[in-house]
């Protein structure tokens, strides 16, 4: 089946680590995204890539780093820097090679707390 | 100025009655997509429907279909014959700027519908 993956599903920090979350996909799609959501809020676009090795930031960059090496995978990390880092993450993806919709398709989310 | 404005935080609707959820855009690009995705509590956001500026014919898809004015900047969402399992949060999210480059979608802060018996 295709699709989005993102591990873990939960995620637990103490203030002052670095954690990365997992974000792959099977859908042959060449552009990646990761979103951040708060309690009652939409989503706020962190970093987005549209091709390997190059990556843009989005609105809410600070604290956070991505990379990409491959094409199925990007990386989030959230770094000791990101000052309110408890949020419920979610990764998508498009193929943002043109045609009518271009609809960008989301994994299942991460939900990290800091303790 | 809010890109995307979605004006009821909470909807109720009986099972099989229709109802439709209101999203309002703001954008000065003549090219942009419109979307709403399903939201629920397990987190996953569900793609339901798209609109693009440039269309004509408002889209349909199954028991979704958008109502597109836009002279008004609307784009609501209308669900028929709801079902509980369409109890949820939904969002309406745009993108601008034309199709075929990685480009981010702004969301509203969504409408929890609930699908009463």
């Known amino acids: 089946d295709g699709g989005i993956t993102q591990s873990p599903k939960y995620l637990f920090r103490k203030e002052g680590q670095n954690v990365t979350l997992s974000c792959e996909q099977n859908?042959?799609?060449?552009?990646m995204y990761w979103y951040r959501q708060d309690p009652g809020q939409g989503l706020r676009l962190i970093y987005y890539?549209?091709?390997?090795?190059?990556?843009q930031k989005g609105d809410i960059a600070e604290g956070y780093s991505v990379s990409r090496e491959k094409k199925e995978s990007f990386p989030l990390t959230v770094t000791s820097a990101q000052k309110n880092p408890t949020a419920f993450y979610l990764c998508?993806?498009?193929?943002?090679?043109?045609?009518?919709?271009?609809?960008?398709?989301f994994g299942p989310g991460t939900r990290l707390t800091v303790l | 100025a809010q890109k995307i404005t979605q004006t009821q935080p909470g909807m109720f609707v009986q099972e099989k009655e229709a109802v439709t959820l209101d999203c309002t855009y703001d954008?000065?690009?003549?090219?942009?997509?419109l979307f709403w995705y399903k939201q629920p509590s397990s987190g996953e956001m569900i793609f339901l429907i798209y609109q693009g500026s440039y269309d004509e014919q408002n889209a349909t898809e199954g028991r979704y279909s958008l109502n597109f004015q836009k002279a008004r900047k609307s784009a609501n969402l209308v669900i028929s014959a709801s079902q509980l399992g369409d109890s949820a949060m939904y969002f309406c999210a745009m993108r601008e700027g034309p199709s075929g480059t990685a480009s981010k979608l702004t969301f509203g802060t969504g409408t929890r519908l609930q699908v009463t018996l």
């Open positions: 954008t000065s690009d003549q090219s942009y997509g």
């Open positions: 998508a993806s498009s193929t943002a090679a043109g045609g009518p919709t271009d609809t960008q398709y």
């Open positions: 859908l042959n799609h060449d552009a």
């Open positions: 890539s549209q091709i390997v090795n190059d990556f």
